[in-house]
């Protein structure tokens, strides 16, 4: 008899989404553990460690259990880093149950997923990403540490189709990277840069998960 596919999950917890374009929307979060960045300014450490094994069955069961009583169109897959575990199986199945999927990723591995929505986070100090997300990408968020540089912000600016949208997001909505995130959005006005948006963690205002 073929073994389940394993899953290391960090957590499964219904919130809204406090980031991005998707931004106050009822979703069921899935954080996938382990990531391949260790980011000074990470704010989900604790996903870095090894989390609990779930075959893609048991995290469904969750899932829909978890929607009777907190109904959510969405389901977001987020880290960590997410796509270092294999999720086609898992999201086959969120699919077939008619939720739309996201991913939020790092952008340093690539997955041809049939999901609905890649929101990518380049990490400094290369804000390196795979070239299929210049395409597949919904939205471009950096966040705004005190190392980020306005080329940075340019050069992502001209790599991305227009359409998308970049988001300057202040780490962990901190007053100095507030101000800093209109500083730099002020630079893209002035430099002509298009689609270019200041944002903000919604859920830590709400006090959320
Ligand atoms: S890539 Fe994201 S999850 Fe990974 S360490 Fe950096 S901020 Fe944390």
Redesign the pocket.
């Known amino acids: 008899m073929p073994q389940p596919h394993i899953l290391k999950i960090t957590e499964i917890f219904p919130s809204i989404q406090g980031e991005g374009l998707r931004q106050g929307k009822p979703t069921l979060f899935i954080r996938l553990s382990g990531?391949?960045?260790?980011?000074s300014?990470?704010?989900?450490?604790y996903?870095?460690e090894e989390g609990i094994d779930y075959s893609s069955d048991k995290v469904l069961e969750k899932i829909i259990k978890m929607n009777h009583h907190f109904p959510a169109e969405w389901v977001c897959l987020?880290?960590?880093?997410p796509l270092l575990q294999d999720l086609e199986e898992l999201v086959r199945k969120l699919k077939k149950e008619k939720f739309k999927v996201q991913v939020e990723t790092?952008a340093?591995i690539f997955r041809a997923l049939p999901v609905d929505w890649y929101t990518i986070?380049p990490?400094p100090k290369k804000y390196f990403y795979q070239p299929e997300y210049g395409k597949k990408a919904k939205e471009v968020k950096i966040?705004v540490t005190k190392e980020l540089d306005f080329e940075v912000i340019q050069r992502l600016r001209e790599e991305y189709p227009e359409k998308t949208p970049l988001l300057l997001q202040p780490q962990s909505n901190r007053k100095w990277s507030m101000n800093l995130a209109t500083k730099l959005l002020r630079q893209a006005l002035k430099a002509n840069l298009k689609n270019i948006r200041v944002s903000i963690q919604l859920h830590k205002i709400y006090g959320l998960r």
Do not use: Q, Y
């Open positions: 990531c391949n960045l260790h980011c300014f990470c704010d989900t450490k996903a870095w987020t880290g960590g880093e790092n340093t986070s990490k966040i």
